[in-house]
């Protein structure tokens, strides 16, 4: 079946700028996430929404980042006023709680340049 | 604060050889631990986990290790392939649903 979109694949962007990234989850997981990659680096959590609960924001670097999942299904990640520091790989997973095991499937990232 | 961490960022090894991947955790209240492989340009892409309860866990070609005692995770990869080749993280996941990744090992295989 198919796995986890992302869109754009690339995207350039000028300093000030606001971006929008898009997640289209597996269908039928209920939790969704998105971390951020900078280049060589491991990968940092943003934001976590699971069904109906409020997400966890914690992640989140600043109040330029902000999310929204839409009917439990596809999620957009803002970013505001982007900074060159903001350039990264963003990358969306989705998993189906069972168990307590959460096998989390992730999508090919959106690479964010900011000049 | 708690972190995962990697002891070598770079493991090469002749094709056909077994390969082990270290991963050092601080947090004992861990439960669950993560191995992901990523290949260039692909999102991470999971390997085999082990809950805090078992000590080995095997899949095809691969098995993680976990060491309690010093919060030491393994993962080793038999007969290693030119496909290996690609950079391996480690993760835990502790309170809540939130996994703490480590900075990545690369995998290197020589033909």
């Known amino acids: 079946g198919a796995g986890v979109s992302q869109s754009p694949s690339n995207k350039v962007t000028e300093k000030g700028k606001d971006v929008e990234l898009r997640c289209d989850p597996i269908?039928?997981?209920?939790?969704l996430y998105w971390y951020r990659q900078s280049l060589g680096q491991g990968l940092e959590f943003l934001i976590y929404f699971q069904g109906n609960s409020a997400p966890d924001k914690s992640g989140l670097p600043s109040d330029r980042f902000s999310a929204e999942r839409t009917g439990g299904s596809v999620s957009t990640l803002t970013i505001q006023r982007t900074q060159q520091e903001d350039s990264a790989v963003y990358l969306c997973?989705?998993?189906?709680?069972?168990?307590?095991?959460?096998?989390?499937?992730f999508g090919p990232g959106t690479r964010l340049t900011v000049t | 604060g708690e972190s995962v961490g990697l002891h070598l960022p770079t493991l090469s090894v002749q094709e056909g050889d077994n390969s082990i991947i270290n991963c050092a955790y601080s947090n004992s209240a861990s439960d669950y631990f993560i191995w992901y492989k990523q290949e260039s340009g692909k999102g991470p892409q999971f390997i085999i986990d082990?809950?805090?309860?078992?000590d080995k866990r095997q899949g095809q070609r691969v098995t993680v290790l976990l060491n309690k005692t010093v919060k030491h995770l393994s993962l080793q990869i038999a007969a290693t392939q030119p496909g290996d080749s690609a950079v391996y993280f480690c993760a835990e996941k502790g309170a809540g649903n939130m996994l703490t990744f480590g900075g990545g090992t690369r995998l290197m295989v020589k033909p």
């Open positions: 082990i809950r805090s309860n078992m």
């Open positions: 997973a989705s998993s189906y709680l069972a168990g307590g095991i959460d096998e989390q499937y």
């Open positions: 269908s039928g997981h209920t939790a």
